[in-house]
């Protein structure tokens, strides 16, 4: 089973960037599709984009459709996610979750999960 680390959380003005990363270990990497959502606190866990094992079909949140850019590089065991145009309602923790076969949008599809990375966008 993968064993996921997220990275590149921080602190941004609304407007800015983030690019964050999910590092997976483990040879089978390219097997699974992984999934980012993100829980502010109060709220319930909300689905913000996923992607199929090759890259080749990628999904996205409402919310963020337009703005944030799912991507992967199977070579470096690593999905990454683009946040472009950065708001206040952004501010949340960010997860990545892995599962075989095709991507979901339902967190519950998901029985893999990293430990979160934060993200806060200041007004």
């Known amino acids: 089973q993968p064993r996921l680390v997220e990275s590149g959380g921080g602190l941004v003005q609304a407007g800015g960037s983030l690019r964050l990363s999910c590092a997976a270990s483990?040879?089978?990497?390219?097997?699974?599709?992984i999934g980012w959502f993100r829980q502010a606190p109060g709220k319930e866990r909300e689905f913000v984009a996923a992607?199929?094992?090759?890259?080749?079909?990628?999904y996205y949140g409402n919310s963020v459709k337009g703005r944030f850019t799912i991507s992967r590089d199977n070579g470096k065991n690593t999905v990454y996610l683009q946040m472009n145009s950065l708001e206040p309602d952004d501010t949340a923790v960010y997860y990545c979750?892995?599962?075989?076969?095709?991507?979901?949008?339902?967190?519950?599809?998901?029985?893999?999960w990293g430990q979160g990375t934060q993200v806060t966008v200041s007004s």
């Open positions: 483990g040879r089978t990497f390219s097997g699974y599709s």
């Open positions: 979750a892995a599962r075989s076969y095709f991507p979901r949008t339902s967190d519950h599809e998901y029985p893999y």
């Open positions: 992607i199929n094992n090759n890259g080749g079909t990628t």
